[in-house]
């Protein structure tokens, strides 16, 4: 009861002073705070966070100087496969020296393939004209062969028409001649005469059957291109043909390895022509859609090989890295959904955290073994902090112009 009248007493001393509607403001300012870690604010898991964004370093492939694009600097947008600049090569490139050498040795080579391949057109057309002339020269004798062959056929013919004439007048002759020795018309030597002239007569038709037998065998052989006198057995002008058409297959084979080697030739040339042109000049081009980070090689600056020229922050997949202390940790877990809200813009997006690391400043990444660095051991890091990767849905593309918000700060809180 007492409590109450000193609760209305003060009201009615608010309403008399005119104080009551100032009281109200000032409570309803501070209601707004209260609210404001009851609810947002009181599922905040921690506000150390900020976007991080991959970083790709273009290095030069030869040794030279750079030549960027015009109007190229810090925070110009690029996309992938723009070219941001060439790399000239100078003297200082052992590379090109190496192959131009290489490219003079090939050429050298390749010009004497040539004056082989034209050597080797020139014998072939040389011996394909002498073959056709053998070709035309082993119809003509064919022809004058067959043509003696069949007259000698002819001409044995008639010699034995005729030696069989003789033979049978001489048979006739020693029939006579028994009547005749029998009558005493003639002696005995006539009649051993004219057996002797019966016989001479029958033998000279066997010579002339042998004769005729052999003329056949010649008109056979001419007819197969064959020829039965001489010490071969085919006429020199088939022979010759026979050695220029093997010859001819030989030259083709050295004619088709000498183009093989030279296209070869040609072909390693021309990659090496290329790469030459690579040497003298390369091309920077963006692997990436974002921002140029850093310029580390200006216009006229020497890079060497492998150097790095720009450095380009990489758009299309940034993500969110929230720090807190490990013995809070346990506040997000791999696959825990979060909301992440912009510090800068106020903007929200949701998340999933998908690893968390601990040991953040106390031990090395990438390394082999983790060791702590010394200041560790000499208790110099007084909070142990804990890392959490957090892939964000974007629902708007960030700006590139803003290096998509890499380093911006934003704060992670619980889903819901």
Same mark, same amino acid.
């Given at each position: 009861?007492?409590?109450? &009248? ?13 104080? +009551?509607?100032?009281? !109200? ?8 705070? @209260? @609210?404001?870690?009851?609810? +947002? ?19 030069? *492939? ?47 080579? !390749? ?6 391949? $034209?050597?080797? #057109? ?5 011996? =394909? ?35 069989? $004439?003789?033979?049978?007048? %001489? ?5 006579? /001649? ?15 005469? &004219?057996?002797? #002239? ?5 033998? @000279? ?29 085919? *006429? ?10 093997? #010859? ?14 030279? /296209?070869?030739?040609?072909?390693? @040339?021309?990659?090496?022509? $290329? ?9 920077? /081009? ?6 140029? +980070? ?49 510090? =800068?813009?106020? %903007?929200? +997006? ?26 560790? &051991? ?39």
């Amino acid at each position: 009861m007492a409590f109450r &009248m000193k609760t209305t007493r003060l009201q009615e001393a608010f309403r008399k002073t005119g104080l +009551w509607g100032k009281a !109200a403001a000032v409570a309803v300012f501070a209601l707004v705070p @209260a @609210a404001y870690v009851f609810g +947002w604010g009181s599922r905040e898991i921690t506000s150390q966070a900020f976007i991080n964004a991959p970083i790709v370093v273009l290095r030069s *492939p030869i040794p030279g100087r750079t030549q960027l694009a015009p109007r190229l600097q810090v925070g110009t947008a690029v996309r992938p496969g723009d070219t941001l600049g060439v790399v000239l090569a100078d003297t200082e490139n052992a590379r090109v020296s190496g192959l131009r050498t290489l490219l003079a040795d090939l050429q050298t080579r !390749a010009r004497t393939l040539e004056t082989e391949q $034209a050597a080797l #057109e020139a014998r072939i057309q040389s011996r =394909q004209t002498e073959l056709q002339q053998l070709r035309v020269d082993v119809q003509l004798q064919k022809s004058v062969e067959l043509a003696g062959a069949r007259a000698e056929l002819t001409v044995s013919s008639s010699e034995i028409a005729r030696a069989s $004439a003789e033979q049978e007048q %001489a048979q006739q002759g020693a029939t006579r /001649a028994v009547a005749l020795l029998q009558a005493g018309f003639i002696s005995q030597e006539g009649y051993e005469k &004219m057996l002797r #002239e019966q016989r001479v007569a029958a033998a @000279a038709t066997a010579v002339e059957r042998a004769r005729l037998l052999r003329a056949e065998a010649a008109l056979r052989a001419a007819q197969s291109g064959l020829q039965l006198d001489g010490p071969r057995s085919l *006429p020199y002008v088939q022979t010759r043909a026979r050695e220029l058409g093997q #010859e001819l297959v030989d030259l083709r084979a050295r004619l088709q390895q000498a183009q093989s080697e030279l /296209a070869a030739n040609r072909t390693e @040339a021309g990659v090496i022509e $290329a790469e030459l042109q690579q040497q003298r000049e390369a091309r920077l /081009a963006s692997p990436v859609h974002g921002a140029v +980070w850093g310029v580390e090689s200006n216009t006229g600056d020497s890079v060497d090989h492998n150097g790095a020229v720009l450095r380009l922050i990489d758009c299309r997949a940034p993500w969110v890295e929230a720090f807190l202390k490990e013995s809070e940790v346990e506040q997000l877990r791999p696959g825990q959904a979060v909301r992440v809200r912009s510090l =800068q813009s106020g %903007a929200q +997006w949701s998340g999933v955290v998908e690893t968390v690391r601990a040991g953040t400043g106390r031990v090395s990444v990438g390394q082999y073994v983790v060791d702590p660095p010394p200041e560790v &051991m000499r208790r110099q890091l007084p909070v142990r902090v804990a890392t959490a990767r957090i892939r964000v849905n974007w629902t708007t593309a960030l700006p590139v112009k803003d290096f998509c918000g890499a380093g911006s700060s934003v704060s992670v809180h619980r889903a819901g």
